[in-house]
């Protein structure tokens, strides 16, 4: 048997020699092997030869040779991929053959290869050169010919070599038309005698090396017209022109898209220019490009001023979170920061993408919605009181200090004198500074300007700016002066107060030098508006005040009256019962003691008017009092129905009481008094055998008594009013004095209850009053205590 020392021989040898067993699997190789692999023999033993690195990507080749020469026929392999130990991928000649006979004791095949690498490299240059030399002749033709431009080729003469198919396809030519002859005489140049001319001198000066461009008209097939960008390239060869290219691009529709975007910029121009809000459009960097009227009348910048400028130096970044219908603060030539709406327009993607900016001040629209809030929140604070000195401070305190850093209210009197209402100051300490200012010196109602000119006239009054000259002529005195001094006086504004049509006071607004504010025009409509609306409120006020003044009054004098007519009454009463008995004993006819009993109910009407008077007197001065004891709701209702029932003869009449109600707190008389108002007005409004209905149920802490009426209800004004004293839903009925829901109210308040109404128009009304539950007795308690 052949050992690894009979090829030790072929480790010298520099082609890759491997020897192969039956299965093609890896017996030996040589050193050459080993080095262009970087694989020990160890490591690739018993592996096939097409799964070693010495088969690269490929194994079919040797795979397929492997099987011929096994088969007995020499085999050779003309081209294999293989990898190199670094994984360079290299190229192998190889060939193989029989070491031992098929079927032998130790058959072997042994492969020999050769690095071809270097050669197939030049092999594939070269081919890639013929190649590549091919494809750029092919290329340049189809570029040639399928170019939309003219392109041609040119002696220095002027004679036309070459022209492609775009040129002649546009002429409506061949090329046998115009190949080898002037090119002014092709069809191209005689749109008129100038074009071949300029052609003529064009060729004449490229003929000279130099470069040729410009702009001509050309003729076409079929009479066409185009304007092309003409231009004459000389081409030189050891210094001289030899061939000169003329090359021209239809430009016709490019120039037309010009002048329609010339036409169209001068649109965009001048609606860009006219546009009111301030539009500016900004490149890539935020420069600015294009700044328009609007711009300049919001900025107060011209437009040299600052077009090139950064965007930052109009809307500072950290005021501009841009978007659409976004608010950001821009900033005006002279410092001042306002508020703005903006929207941003994108044009173009990359590096040459634009943006237009559009601003609208909304500085205005700002004040009007602060206004409007001021104004709001205002009549908010004037309606929270009707009292009359409330009022008027809270006038005062309404301009300080979002109007005013001081403020002084002034009213007329009866008397035609001016007298101080309110005073406020954004310093409290200067408040008593300026009351003391204005009552040492009063308002002169004859003065020619100041507060006694407005209400003398009406007339509102704006001073802006005072002088020292104009404080001093306000002085009445120099004391007078230095106070003035002191305050610090710089502008003022003053509105008249207008009520029902005469002037009752005004309102005088005052910016101090400290506050660095002034008043201006924008302020004058915000005042009048002001001033109107607490003209109105302090003018309620003082009605509301008269009218309380004028009802203390009438219930005085209704005390009075209820107390003295009471005595004559019950004089009256006494006499008409006993002349009623003399009459019956006498036994005179029914006729005159009729007569005596209508005296007597009329008497305990009148009574019980002059009693109404004197509770409702009682409730208003809070004399009102109730003396509650234990008392059974189904008692007190059962008692309340007993009262009415001969009143009830035509009506059905009923009683809804819960079982087992707790007892309530209430004095009887009060609470029956109540029952008799509410059933007397039910039965006057129920029609005839309509239901009247009273009962009684638990509601939480108290029990809840009602009396129904299937009457023609009432409407939500009415129930608005419905408790109001001497109000009656029909002013024509005269059947009573309007006091007894009054009267209900307050007895049912004063038990620690509520009373109100339920109704709807034609579906009768039911009134609702609770009182409150009685605690248990001690005794009662106690038994509850002890159930289980």
């Known amino acids: 048997m052949r050992t690894e020392e009979e090829f030790a021989l ?10 192969l067993d039956e299965l093609g699997a890896v017996h030996w190789w040589n050193a050459a092997c080993g080095v262009f692999t970087g694989c020990r023999l160890e490591e690739v033993r018993g592996m096939p030869l ?18 011929t020469a096994r088969a007995g026929a020499p085999t050779r392999v003309e081209e294999a991929t293989a990898r190199m130990h670094h994984g360079e991928r290299c190229w192998i000649a190889w060939s ?15 492969w020999t290869g050769s690095d071809i690498t270097e050669r197939k490299r030049r092999e594939d240059g070269l081919l890639l050169d013929t190649h590549a030399l091919r494809r750029s002749d092919e290329r340049f033709r189809a570029i040639f010919n399928h170019t939309f431009q003219f392109i041609g080729l040119l002696s220095p003469d002027g004679t036309l070599l070459e022209a492609n198919a775009s040129a002649l396809d546009f002429g409506g030519l061949e090329r046998s038309d115009v190949v080898g002859r002037p090119f002014w005489e092709a069809r191209w140049w005689t749109l008129t005698p100038r074009t071949q001319e300029r052609l003529r001198q064009a060729i004449a000066e490229a003929s000279q090396g130099r470069f040729v461009r410009y702009e001509a008209e050309v003729l076409g097939d079929g009479g066409q017209v185009a304007t092309i960008d003409f231009s004459l390239n000389p081409v030189f060869e050891n210094g001289q022109v030899t061939y000169i290219v003329p090359e021209g691009r239809d430009i016709t529709d490019r120039l037309r898209m010009e002048e329609a975007l010339r036409r169209s910029e001068a649109r965009f121009a001048g609606i860009f220019s006219l546009a009111a809000d301030a539009t500016l459009v900004v490149d890539e960097h935020q420069h600015i490009l294009l700044f328009n009227d609007g711009a300049e009348a919001t900025f107060g910048y011209s437009r040299s001023e600052v077009v090139g400028a950064p965007l930052d130096m109009l809307l500072p970044e950290h005021h501009r979170p841009m978007g659409a219908g976004r608010e950001v603060f821009g900033r005006r030539k002279n410092g001042e920061e306002f508020p703005a709406e903006a929207s941003i327009a994108e044009l173009g993607d990359g590096p040459e993408r634009l943006s237009i900016v559009s601003l609208r001040d909304v500085t205005e629209r700002h004040r009007i919605e602060r206004e409007q809030r001021f104004l709001a929140a205002a009549g908010a604070l004037l309606a929270e009181s009707i009292d009359y000195e409330a009022t008027l401070r809270q006038v005062a305190r309404l301009t300080v200090p979002d109007l005013a850093d001081a403020c002084v209210v002034y009213l007329r009197t009866p008397e035609d004198q001016v007298g101080i209402a309110a005073v406020e100051h954004v310093d409290p300490h200067m408040t008593a500074f300026v009351r003391e200012i204005r009552q040492r010196y009063p308002v002169r109602l004859d003065a020619p300007s100041g507060v006694g000119h407005v209400i003398r006239t009406g007339q509102s009054e704006l001073v802006r700016e005072l002088s020292p000259e104009q404080v001093r002529a306000l002085a009445h005195d120099e004391e007078h002066h230095r106070m003035l001094l002191r305050l610090g006086m710089r502008s003022y504004l003053c509105v008249p107060l207008c009520a029902r049509g005469e002037v009752v006071g005004a309102i005088l607004m005052i910016m101090v030098e400290q506050s660095k504010r002034r008043q201006g025009p924008e302020s004058l409509a915000l005042a009048q508006e002001l001033a109107r609306r607490a003209a109105l409120a302090i003018d309620n006020a003082r009605l509301y005040r008269t009218a309380r ?19 004559p009454l019950h004089a009256i009463l006494l006499q008409a019962h006993s002349l009623g008995l003399k009459l019956k004993a006498a036994t005179l006819p ?3 003691q009729n007569v005596v009993s209508n005296i007597e109910t009329s008497v305990r009407r009148m009574d019980r008017l002059v009693e109404d008077l004197l509770t409702v007197t009682r409730m208003e001065a809070g004399r009102l009092s109730v003396q509650p004891t234990r008392e059974s709701p189904e008692t007190l209702v059962n008692e309340a129905l007993g009262g009415v029932r001969p009143l009830a003869e035509r009506h059905a009449l009923r009683g809804a009481v819960g079982m087992d ?12 008094q109540v029952f008799s108002n509410l059933l007397g007005n039910a039965l006057k409004f129920t029609p005839l055998e309509g239901l009247v209905e009273v009962g009684a149920a638990l509601e939480g802490t108290h029990v809840c008594f009602w009396v129904r009426d299937s009457g023609p209800g009432l409407s939500s004004a009415q129930q608005g009013r419905v408790f109001d004293r001497f109000w009656q839903a029909d002013a024509r009925d005269q059947r009573g004095a309007g006091l007894g829901l009054t009267i209900c109210k307050g007895l049912v308040e004063a038990h620690g209850g509520r009373i109100w109404v339920e109704s709807t128009p034609g579906g009768g009304s039911t009134f609702r009053f609770t009182l409150p539950v009685a605690a248990a007795p001690p005794e009662r308690r106690e038994a509850m205590a002890g159930q289980p």
């Not at 097409?50 to 795979?63: F, G, K, N």
């Not at 029989?98 to 042994?110: E, F, K, N, T």
């Not at 203390?552 to 009256?561: D, F, I, Q, S, Y």
């Not at 109600?661 to 029956?672: E, G, S, Y």
């Open 10 to 19: 072929l480790d010298e040898v520099r082609a890759f020699v491997v020897v």
């Open 50 to 67: 097409w799964r070693t690195p010495l088969a690269a990507d490929d194994s079919a080749p040797l795979r397929e040779a492997f099987t």
């Open 96 to 110: 193989c053959g029989a070491l031992a006979p098929l079927g032998g004791r130790d058959p072997r095949m042994v």
């Open 549 to 567: 003044e004028a009802t203390r009054a009438r219930n005085e004098m209704l005390g009075v009256v209820a107390h003295d007519l009471r005595n």
């Open 590 to 592: 029914d006729s005159m």
């Open 661 to 672: 109600l707790p007892q309530v707190l209430a004095d009887r008389d009060r609470v029956l």
